[in-house]
C-alpha cells in the first residue's frame, strides 16, 4: 500500500503529510529553480552569441576603415610622388640655363626628402639640403630617443 491511501489500523500520523508535503514543494522549488537556471544559462549564451556577433561586425568594420585608409595612404603617396616628378622636371628646365640641376632623394632611415644641388656638367655636389651633418645628428638623436624609451619601459 502506498502511504498516500487511508490505513485504519495505522492511521497517519498528521507530522509525515507534513513531511510529504514539505518534500513535495522543495522537490517543485528545486526544479523551479533547476528551469530558471537552465533559462538563465540560454540568455547568457544567446548573449554571449550576440556579443560575439557585434565583436565580429566591429572587427570587420574596423579592418574595413583600415583598409580604406591604407588605400588612402597609398594613393596620396602615389599622387604625392607623380607631383614630385613634375616638380623635379620643371626645376631641372629652369635651371639647366645656369647649369644646376637637383637630385631629389628619400633617406629611408629617417624619411626625409634630401636635395642635392649639382653642376649639370661636372656633377660635383654644390650643396646638400639638409646637410650631412645634419642627417647624421637627426639620425644618432632618434637612436638616442630609442635608447631612452627601451630603458624606461
Known amino acids: 500500500m502506498s502511504s498516500s491511501q487511508f490505513n485504519p489500523v ?5 507530522s509525515e503529510q507534513v513531511q510529504n508535503r514539505t518534500s513535495r514543494q522543495k522537490q517543485q522549488q528545486a526544479k523551479q529553480q533547476y528551469q530558471n537556471l537552465d533559462s538563465e544559462q540560454k540568455i547568457r549564451s544567446e548573449g554571449r552569441t550576440e556579443r560575439t556577433s557585434q ?5 570587420e568594420a574596423r579592418s574595413e576603415q583600415e ?14 610622388k ?16 645656369l647649369n644646376i640641376k637637383l637630385d631629389y632623394e628619400e633617406d629611408e632611415q629617417l624619411n626625409e626628402m634630401i636635395v642635392k644641388v649639382m653642376n649639370e656638367k661636372t656633377d660635383e655636389l ?3 639640403i639638409p646637410p650631412e651633418e645634419m642627417l647624421e645628428l637627426a639620425k644618432r638623436m632618434e637612436e638616442m630617443t ?4 627601451d630603458k624606461w619601459s
Do not use: F, H, Y
Request: charged letters at 40%; zero cysteines; hydrophobic letters at 25%.
Open 10 to 14: 495505522n492511521p497517519p500520523d498528521g
Open 55 to 59: 565583436d565580429k561586425v566591429r572587427t
Open 67 to 80: 583598409a580604406k585608409e591604407k588605400s588612402q595612404t597609398e594613393e596620396e603617396k602615389e599622387e604625392s
Open 82 to 97: 607623380e607631383n614630385l616628378e613634375r616638380v623635379k622636371e620643371l626645376t631641372n628646365n629652369m635651371l639647366s640655363q
Open 126 to 128: 654644390i650643396r646638400q
Open 146 to 149: 630609442g635608447m631612452l624609451i
